[in-house]
């Protein structure tokens, strides 16, 4: 059986792409079309456990211990309260993210390589063979210099990084799953339309129940995988993003 030559897989590859691509793209076409005039639709208050593809967070545990009581007594070890701990411990507890991202990064680098080598090869004397070369060859050749090879080559390459990043807010968050050692995965969302732009914000990680304040408030800093997202959707963001049809010719285009 023959093989089929990759030029012809990847031209058919490319081909299923692009068919995969413009139903979706018609149907993004027509729902923009539908929205003419109209601002962006907020997203449903849904449970985030029933989401598609949530999966519970699996990490590394302890030997779970019994947790000593006192009895006779009416305080509870490691509470702040006197009555009750008014800090989120339990699936469904709602607690407050302080979000306070400060980046900055500053980067130079420059790397420049140079390569040259020169070859040559001869047979002045071959055991008396070097006379029959001519019978081999159309013309005389030298045979102290049969071969002679020269390359040369020379790269530079610059590159420069220098950005800042200042995210300072709150957002409040769900418990949506407590660790047998008693930590905290947190989940929450957050959307603010302004009049045809919709800012959102996506907080997602796991806490100790120690880090979460007084006032029930969790640094951002203090969050275990952290999964932090601010961005927003709307007009503006569909200006500042390239057509589908550019999108698609940058990812198969070899140039």
């Known amino acids: 059986m023959s093989k089929i030559p990759y030029s012809t897989f990847k031209t058919a590859k490319v081909i299923f792409t692009i068919s995969l691509i413009a139903p979706l793209v018609a149907c993004s076409t027509l729902s923009r079309l539908d929205q003419i005039g109209q601002g962006p639709a907020l997203s449903a208050v849904d449970n985030p ?8 967070v699996q990490m590394p545990q302890p030997v779970p211990v019994p947790i000593a009581t006192t009895q006779n007594s009416l305080w509870r070890s490691g509470s702040r309260a006197f009555f009750k701990d008014q800090r989120a411990s339990q699936v469904g507890d709602i607690l407050t993210v302080h979000v306070a991202i400060t980046d900055k990064a500053k980067f130079n680098n420059e790397t420049v390589r140079s390569r040259k080598n020169t070859e040559n090869l001869g047979i002045p004397s071959l055991f ?9 060859f159309p013309s005389a050749i030298d045979p102290s210099k049969l071969i002679s090879a020269t390359s040369d080559s020379s790269s530079d390459g610059i590159g420069t990084v220098d950005r800042k990043e200042e995210i300072v807010t709150d957002i409040a968050a769900v418990v ?6 008693g930590n905290l995965v947190i989940e929450g969302k957050q959307e603010v339309r302004v009049n045809f732009e919709i800012r959102e914000m996506i907080v997602a990680g796991v806490v100790r129940p120690e880090d979460i304040e007084a006032g029930n408030v969790i640094q951002s800093a203090k969050i275990a995988q952290a999964r932090i997202s601010y961005g927003g959707r709307g007009q ?7 057509r589908y049809g550019q999108q698609v010719l940058d990812a198969i285009l070899p140039f």
Not at 128 to 136: A, E, I, R, V
């Open 49 to 56: 456990t029933a989401a598609p593809g949530y999966k519970p």
């Open 236 to 242: 503006l963001t569909d200006v500042q993003q390239q």
């Open 128 to 136: 008396g063979f070097t006379s029959q070369f001519k019978n081999l």
């Open 176 to 181: 949506t799953q407590v660790l047998s050692n």
